[in-house]
């Protein structure tokens, strides 16, 4: 047995709840079936979620940090 499944996974959602054009929340993350379906996950399948919207945000942040590069070079020029 895992040590998670000891432990209840708390819910990511911090209440911002609109989807972005790919569908994932803007707050938390997850997808629209990730976010309909949490109360019905085991507590692996949850982390296994946790863990998606952890690369995504992280995806997200170079996303942002290329987009910003890109404007102080413009400025500088």
């Not at 499944?5 to 997808?31: D, I, T, W």
């Not at 995806?59 to 910003?68: G, N, S, T, W």
């Amino acid at each position: 047995m895992q040590q998670v499944e000891l432990f209840p996974v708390p819910n990511p959602c911090v209440g911002v709840c609109q989807s972005n054009a790919k569908g994932y929340c803007m707050g938390c993350l997850r997808s629209r079936v990730e976010r309909q379906k949490w109360n019905e996950m085991m507590p692996a399948e949850k982390m296994k979620v946790l863990d998606l919207c952890k690369l995504r945000k992280q995806k997200l942040e170079a996303i942002i940090a290329k987009k910003k590069a890109q404007q102080d070079s413009q400025l500088s020029d």
